[in-house]
């Protein structure tokens, strides 16, 4: 498998974190170096913080791949990121909304033009 040189991207709004994370994961799984279609694709993470034990744990289905290629803009890593941290509901599951954000990619940031 191809190594990548991509560094992990966190945003924290207490209690939760949000990670972005190129495990190897690819258009159909696994990443596929022969398939010339085939993208590295960022996942997300998101933990809660527990004041009980005083460490960060993941929420129940709150990780998911993305359309984000690991050589997307920085910039707009950080926007995607805090598109999902800022509509977490602390009250409440955040699986619906979590899943529809597994369909996110740079073109949902592109600037609007007239």
Request: proline share 4%.
């Amino acid at each position: 498998m191809m190594e990548s040189m991509f560094e992990d991207i966190e945003l924290i709004r207490m209690p939760f974190k949000i990670t972005w994370e190129y495990i190897g994961e690819g258009h159909e799984g696994d990443y596929d170096l022969n398939d010339p279609e085939d993208e590295q694709l960022l996942r997300f993470s998101v933990d809660k913080w527990n004041e009980q034990n005083n460490e960060w744990e993941g929420i129940q289905d709150g990780s998911y791949c993305t359309q984000m290629p690991i050589e997307t803009d920085f910039r707009v890593l950080v926007r995607g990121l805090a598109e999902i941290l800022y509509n977490l509901n602390e009250d409440s599951s955040n699986k619906k909304y979590l899943e529809s954000m597994s369909w996110l990619s740079p073109e949902d940031f592109k600037e609007k033009t007239a």
